[in-house]
């Protein structure tokens, strides 16, 4: 398994962090770090009474252009403009862009009550916004309707009409940025019900490929002994075109693995899946020192939040919880109490559901600010935890959804954290099939652990927290 930050996965994604990204996204991203950055350039020119080049290179004032590019940047990624594009209304976008036009605009203001030199002037903030906030959307739209089409050079012919080929289909077919041209699936027996039309018979395989000349060949049937046809397959393959299993097309449309093609030998036997002891020991590090410097930079709010549940509700600020650790081990996690003292009195252990009524009014917010969980520094600093991994259940919950679920219980492998994989990509869910939906999220995290994937997750967690998401 390859184990840098960066590396080329094919011509249509790349990964970076240790994820498959389109590479359709990454190439939106640059190009419109130079857009902006060419648009308040250009107002330079406009503007200055000196030589743009001496003030902007020899005055060192570049930085202030860069500054403002990317927090205009950070601006779209907050308002998900990244991980979907798709231009569904002009008049929103161009909101948008003013949204993130205008934070940094205030951030450039803010910027000049600490020192003035470090402003760029009025005018050439003016008309490089104005010029932002013209071109962007043009560009956006520009780009979903021709860059997007041009780069979807993968045709993909579907072989087989398993449940698992067709949620990947409908998950690559949502998103076009992944460039993936879906011609359509050969059936087993007979045509079912499919997100694509049926282009015959797996029987007809090489006829098929003769006729439409895919470049890859997505494999996802419901039954192989027997009816995979191996020696065309191996054919196709050495003539050049890319033959993928459905489950690895699933684990990188979705981000998670997929839990229901996962078979005890490929556990056992794979080199791919992790946790490697390497990256754990690595992870202790970090998290210990992130959990010291978590601890001393909240105290000051933790004080606050413990006088406010001290003041608007009866019962201990803190509230102790059993949770199940790495290899099953039991430990007390600490959290500020967002419920009611007498709240699981009658109920016992239940999930938290929305507009649950054991939860305070102040005790809501602590939630949606995901405030309640700054006490688990501490259960990171004395090892309980680390700063990124699966969410530690209760000891009642794991037992029954190791019962209900298979391979519940390899989520134990790592250490559970305050952030997570499964935390940032899925909703707080309260049933069994979010439970399985998460799994598939902390195997995936569990198979790619590492530094880079940690820092991608702390950086969205952020996003997560600002934008009061997946909290209940």
């Avoid at 903030?125 to 041009?150: C, D, N, Q, T």
């Avoid at 890859?216 to 995979?228: D, F, N, P, S, T």
């Avoid at 065309?232 to 097309?249: C, N, P, Q, T, Y």
């Avoid at 699966?390 to 390899?410: D, G, W």
């Amino acid at each position: 398994m390859v184990n840098s930050t960066f590396c080329w996965a094919n011509a249509n994604r790349v990964r970076l962090f240790r994820v498959f990204i389109p590479a359709s996204v990454l190439a939106l991203l640059l190009s419109e770090i130079a857009l902006i950055t060419a648009c308040y350039t250009i107002a330079s020119l406009w503007t200055l009474n000196v030589d743009p080049v001496v003030y902007l290179w020899d005055e060192d004032n570049y930085w202030k252009i860069l500054f403002v590019s990317l927090c205009i940047i950070l601006g779209f990624y907050l308002q998900d403009l990244y991980a979907e594009f798709r231009v569904t209304s002009r008049i929103l976008l161009v909101q948008q862009v003013c949204l993130s036009v205008g934070s940094a605009l205030l951030l450039m203001a803010l910027l000049g009550y600490i020192r003035i030199e470090w402003i760029l002037p009025r005018w050439l903030m003016v008309i490089g916004s104005a010029l932002v906030i013209a071109l962007v959307p043009a560009w956006r739209a520009i780009y979903w309707k021709f860059v997007i089409r041009a780069l979807q050079t993968e045709r993909v012919l579907l072989l087989g009409n398993s449940s698992i080929l067709a949620e990947t289909t409908e998950h690559v077919m949502s998103r076009p940025q992944l460039g993936y041209n879906i011609l359509g699936y050969l059936c087993e027996t007979e045509p079912v019900e499919f997100p694509t039309p049926c282009l015959g018979r797996i029987s007809e395989l090489k006829e098929v490929v003769e006729k439409l000349k895919p470049t890859r060949i997505m494999v996802g049937m419901a039954e192989r002994r027997g009816r995979l046809p191996v020696q065309e397959l191996l054919e196709i393959r050495f003539s050049g075109i890319v033959i993928e299993d459905a489950a690895d097309a699933y684990e990188m449309a979705t981000r998670r693995v997929c839990s229901r093609k996962i078979q005890p030998s490929q556990l056992i036997f794979t080199s791919e899946l992790g946790p490697r002891r390497q990256a754990l020991a690595i992870q202790n590090i970090y998290s210990l020192f992130l959990g010291l410097v978590g601890l001393l930079l909240t105290l000051p709010l933790m004080l606050v939040v413990a006088v406010l549940i001290r003041l608007t509700s009866p019962g201990p600020v803190l509230y102790r919880q059993k949770r199940v650790g790495m290899n099953g081990h039991i430990f007390t996690v600490f959290k500020f109490r967002s419920m009611y003292s007498d709240a699981e009195a009658r109920t016992g252990a239940v999930w938290a559901k929305k507009d649950d009524p054991r939860i305070t009014p102040l005790g809501k917010w602590l939630r949606l600010l995901r405030l309640d969980e700054l006490p688990q520094f501490w259960n990171v600093v004395i090892g309980d935890m680390a700063i990124v991994g699966p969410r530690p259940e209760r000891p009642e919950f794991v037992e029954t959804l190791s019962r209900e679920i298979p391979y519940y219980r390899q989520r134990l492998a790592v250490k559970p954290g305050i952030t997570g994989w499964a935390q940032i990509n899925h909703k707080y869910g309260d049933t069994e099939l979010d439970a399985m939906i998460k799994l598939e999220y902390d195997l995936y995290y569990i198979k790619h652990v590492a530094p880079a994937l940690d820092a991608y997750i702390i950086f969205h967690t952020i996003k997560v927290m600002l934008l009061s998401r997946g909290a209940q």
